[in-house]
């Protein structure tokens, strides 16, 4: 049974800093991992998606990469901004639409 | 685009009562439809899988009586919350996906309250 885990599950940096956060998967049988940001009461905003052949995704200040075999993703979050916080949560998809979030890790990022 | 919408955004019922949500892929047609919920500060849960046309799949542990699923279009699905009691508030969020790229376009979720 395919179990996503997230660390740290909360983060507080000051403006500025260059920060990395953590997703694990049990199974590396997945299909695709996605990257997620959710603010207060929101809903879902797809960040990045890293297909199993990939090993990275960029957009703009994000870059996240992916370890099959070692069950890891990372989220990487270049010159943090106050804007950016929020909950950042990662999907692992094992196939058939099978989707297993994490919990999450809620991010801070101080003026 | 791949936008997906809800309705209502958020709701407040009485217990015993009934609640319906819609989901609808307002630029795509969308196969495959799927209804997670949330509780605060915990991560989505799937409660099923609908395709249109089709009875739903449920989640071990969802009560498909409670939470009754119709996908009547290619572009809608709706969630109603039967005989609401408290311990079913919460964050409801539907997805979407376009044919077989497993990649999911999610709505800005419903909040339900029931008192």
């Known amino acids: 049974k395919q179990e996503v885990t997230q660390i740290p599950a909360a983060l507080s940096v000051p403006e500025g800093e260059n920060l990395v956060l953590n997703c694990s998967f049990t199974d590396s049988a997945i299909y695709n991992l996605q990257w997620f940001r959710q603010d207060p009461g929101k809903g879902l905003t797809s960040l990045l998606l890293i297909q199993s052949s990939q090993r990275e995704q960029t957009s703009g200040r994000l870059n996240a990469s992916l370890d099959k075999s070692s069950g890891r993703s990372t989220l990487y979050i270049a010159a943090s901004q106050p804007g950016d916080s929020a909950t950042y949560l990662c999907?692992?998809?094992?196939?058939?639409?099978?989707?297993?979030f994490g919990a999450g890790t809620r991010l801070f990022v101080k003026a | 685009g791949a936008v997906v919408s809800q309705h209502p955004s958020w709701v407040i019922c009485k217990s015993g009562t009934s609640v319906k949500i819609e989901c609808r892929s307002l630029d795509f047609q969308a196969t495959t439809m799927f209804w997670y919920r949330q509780f605060p500060k915990q991560s989505l849960m799937l409660m099923a899988t609908?395709?249109?046309?089709?009875?739903?799949?449920?989640e071990q542990g969802v009560e498909k009586d409670k939470f009754l699923i119709n996908h009547a279009s290619l572009t809608l699905s709706t969630l109603t919350v039967t005989s609401a009691h408290p311990e079913d508030s919460s964050f409801y969020i539907c997805s979407a996906a376009k044919d077989r790229d497993y990649e999911q376009y999610f709505g800005p979720g419903t909040r339900l309250t029931v008192t």
């Open positions: 999907a692992a998809n094992t196939g058939g639409f099978k989707t297993i």
């Open positions: 609908s395709n249109e046309g089709s009875k739903a799949t449920y």
